[in-house]
């Protein structure tokens, strides 16, 4: 019961806690201002055409932190706020997301493997827990248990993945900031507060989904002794 309870709690406490951090730097951040007073548009735009990305747009989208780039259509996608303000956090993911520009352009391959994944990834997650709770209803659908395993572990590859593409992303973001004279010297430390506090959602998040495919794993392997 008490292994039970720790587990429980690393799977709600973790997650929650990433989505704070990430939420109060951000808050935080956008408010500062950056020295040069460029919006998140700009900076993205300036990124772009320095790496001779002209083609790719940078358009306005709703939301709070929904910003992301599009490889399907070459677009780069700034919150509202982030598209319109000159703060440091609004540059940082304003590069960030030129960073996954910069990573289509260059082919990184582990940009193109996640692409590969993203269709096997939504089907998996779909069906997954479908086998799962079939498996674990009773010892005589153990396949079934062993199947919602496998369409688990494709989830999970898809978000060990995620973590180099989204932490290569905010190196790149970083380099071009700093070498195009984007931000000052202290808003290069503020500026990676954001990017570092954002990856840390991603980690949790495989981190959680990994703990969860064990436990599986486990649940699987003692019903079979």
């Known amino acids: 019961m008490g292994g039970f309870l720790i587990y429980f709690l690393i799977i709600m406490i973790v997650p929650l806690w990433a989505q704070f951090k990430v939420k109060n730097t951000y808050k935080k951040y956008s408010k500062v201002a950056t020295v040069d007073g460029m919006p998140g548009a700009e900076v993205a735009r300036k990124i772009l055409d320095s790496n001779g990305l002209y083609e790719v747009q940078v358009k306005e989208t709703p939301g709070v932190l929904s910003d992301h780039y599009n490889p399907m259509s070459k677009t780069v996608h700034l919150s509202s706020d982030n598209y319109h303000r000159a703060s440091v956090a609004g540059a940082a993911v304003a590069a ?3 960073g996954h520009a910069i990573q289509d352009q260059q ?10 994944l993203v269709p096997v990834a939504n089907i998996s ?16 659908f153990s396949s079934m248990l062993l199947i919602g395993i496998l369409l ?6 898809f978000q060990l993945v995620t973590l180099p593409v989204e932490f290569n992303a905010s190196s790149r973001a970083m380099d071009q900031m700093v070498s195009l004279g984007l931000i000052s010297n202290r808003e290069e430390r503020d500026a990676r507060k954001v990017l570092n506090a954002a990856a840390m959602t991603y980690v949790a998040a495989a981190a959680v989904a990994v703990l969860e ?4 794993i486990l649940i699987f392997v003692n019903r079979d002794e």
């Open 213 to 216: 495919l064990l436990r599986l």
């Open 96 to 98: 960030h997301e030129v």
């Open 107 to 116: 082919g990184y391959a582990a940009l193109r493997f996640r692409h590969a």
């Open 125 to 140: 997650s779909n069906l997954a827990w479908i086998f799962i709770i079939i498996g674990l209803i009773s010892t005589a």
């Open 152 to 157: 688990m572990a494709a989830g999970v590859l």
